[in-house]
């Protein structure tokens, strides 16, 4: 999956002032406090542990958080291997979503205060990524986290939601009643986007393995599909009808090409994994790419613990092994997220 930077604007709110307490535990910015974090020194580089510096006195619109979790996924790796721009340079950690606690924000902060337990996708980074002890994020980046949501499921939820939810409102338009192709259902991100659809009154075809059919039924599918029958094609068409359906979004790298054929002419097919395929018999494709927005992000999660669903979570690991948390990430076994858990 490939996503990019979208557009962060200064809050220059005035009137409220950061708290003694919030600023207890930092300097300004020459001081040479240090925290653990896990990352790269150059670009290409192996994932290692790294001594960062501490974060300094927040900006206006800044609030530095206390990490208790990170996801660790496949744009991680776009990140290591110099394909995304996420605003800084090695030596850095990685990470572009993690959840954790306020520990001070700036003086043009309006919605949060120290203590709240948060969650961001925190891009462009202000100063290193999410796998360190403690991270720099914009204000309007940051969604509160919902007691019902785990400190793990909010670590990972980020990316994942905001690109469902950008997808099915930006990219198509999806209508109450009509049948929509999700291809790749069974991971993260793929269930979120048949969480989404469902929710916008669509009636999810869903592909995913027999072992995520139950949760991908869960988050709302009409119907699920196995992707590993040779027949699955087949299958979508039987559900939906010869003509296809009018909607399909790809979640897996390098199927986009492979579901032309399942969409109706004059239909819409957009891809999470940059692999979309030239256009034919009038159908539109979209590589989509997602963009921070924590306003966004706080309905998400709301609705997610109000529908009761769940994240699975297949790992948490340290700082120290967050190199075998991507390689799990990247090989794509993993049945659910991949955390890492700068507390440990």
Not at 71 to 95: C, F, H, Q, S, Y
Not at 103 to 132: I, N, S, Y
Request: net charge neutral; aromatic share 4%; glycine share 14%.
């Amino acid at each position: 999956m490939c996503v990019v930077v979208g557009d962060s604007r200064l809050n220059q709110g005035t009137g409220r002032f950061i708290p003694e307490l919030a600023l207890a535990n930092y300097g300004s910015a020459g001081d040479d406090r240090r925290m653990k974090g896990a990352g790269i020194r150059d670009i290409g580089g192996q994932v290692q542990l790294l001594e960062l510096p501490d974060p300094p006195n927040p900006k206006p619109d800044e609030i530095v958080i206390e990490v208790r979790a990170a996801g660790a996924a496949n744009w991680d790796e776009i990140v290591r291997t110099g394909g995304w721009d996420v605003g800084i340079k090695p030596p850095m950690a990685l990470g572009v979503s993690a959840s954790g606690v306020v520990r001070a924000v700036g003086e043009g902060v309006r919605r949060f205060q120290v203590g709240d337990a948060v969650l961001t996708h925190p891009l462009p980074l202000r100063r290193q990524g999410a796998w360190a002890q403690q991270l720099v994020a914009a204000e309007n980046t940051v969604a509160r986290k919902p007691t019902r949501m785990s400190w793990e499921e909010a670590g990972v939820f980020p990316v994942p939601a905001l690109t469902a939810s950008q997808v099915l409102t930006k990219t198509v338009d999806v209508r109450p009643g009509e049948f929509i192709l999700i291809h790749g259902a069974g991971g993260v991100t793929g269930g979120m986007l048949v969480a989404v659809a469902s929710e916008l009154g669509a009636q999810v075809i869903a592909t995913a393995s027999p072992g995520n059919a139950g949760r991908v039924q869960s988050y709302g599918a009409t119907a699920v599909v196995d992707y590993h029958a040779d027949n699955w094609r087949q299958d979508v068409r039987r559900i939906a009808g010869e003509g296809g359906v009018r909607i399909a979004v790809n979640a897996v790298g390098g199927a986009a090409p492979g579901l032309m054929a399942l969409v109706a002419n004059g239909g819409k097919l957009t891809t999470i994994t940059s692999d979309g395929p030239a256009t034919e018999r009038g159908v539109g494709v979209v590589n989509f790419y997602v963009s921070p927005d924590g306003e966004a992000l706080d309905r998400l999660a709301v609705d997610f613990v109000d529908r009761r669903l769940t994240l699975p979570i297949a790992a948490v690991r340290r700082l120290s092994e967050a190199g075998v948390a991507l390689q799990m990430a990247v090989a794509g076994k993993a049945r659910g997220g991949v955390v890492i858990d700068p507390t440990q």
